[in-house]
């Protein structure tokens, strides 16, 4: 990637943006998982929420005051009341920590990209590979919240079922 920096602010500036579309859709579609133990679609904006709040800018800040940082454990440090949140309501919760960590990232620089912090799991890591890491993280909770909203069209969708072959996941589960 040429660019890391302004790759990984564009794709992390869309966020807010693609989840106050997701939050529009009916409450009863945002709610539904797609298989057991498998998150809806908004539990997914309840985790990016999460992270916001408590992982990725607080591990660009930390390296860039020369400090290691923790693991994040979802299941234990979730701070997202994932039952009774409105997606409207965890978007307007995330929009200003985007906001902030936003700011944060337009004050990197190419040389900031090579310092390193100490992952408590994942051992040494640099600022590069957890601009990476975010912005893939951001995407795929995206892409696993539309996928799980897609559900509840593939099984009526008579003979063009076929072409969701690779997101069904009740033809998934019967392989």
Known sequence: MPDLLTSARSMLATSVDRWAAIARVD????????????????????????TEAAVFHA???????????????????????????????LVAVLAPMRDASMATLDSLGAADLDRTARHAELGAVTMAELL??????????????????????????????????????EVASSR
């Open 27 to 50: 409450p009863e579609l945002l709610s539904r998982c797609p298989a057991p133990g498998e998150w809806s679609a908004i539990q997914c904006l309840a985790h990016v929420v999460d």
């Open 59 to 89: 591990r660009v800040v930390a390296i860039l005051e020369g400090r290691d940082f923790v693991a994040f454990d979802q299941d234990a440090e979730g701070t997202v009341d994932r039952i009774t949140a409105t997606a409207a309501g």
């Open 132 to 169: 990476n890491e975010w912005a893939a993280h951001d995407t795929v909770h995206v892409v696993q919240a539309e996928r799980a909203l897609m559900q509840a069209f593939i099984p009526g969708s008579g003979p063009w079922r076929p072409y969701f072959a690779d997101h069904d996941v």
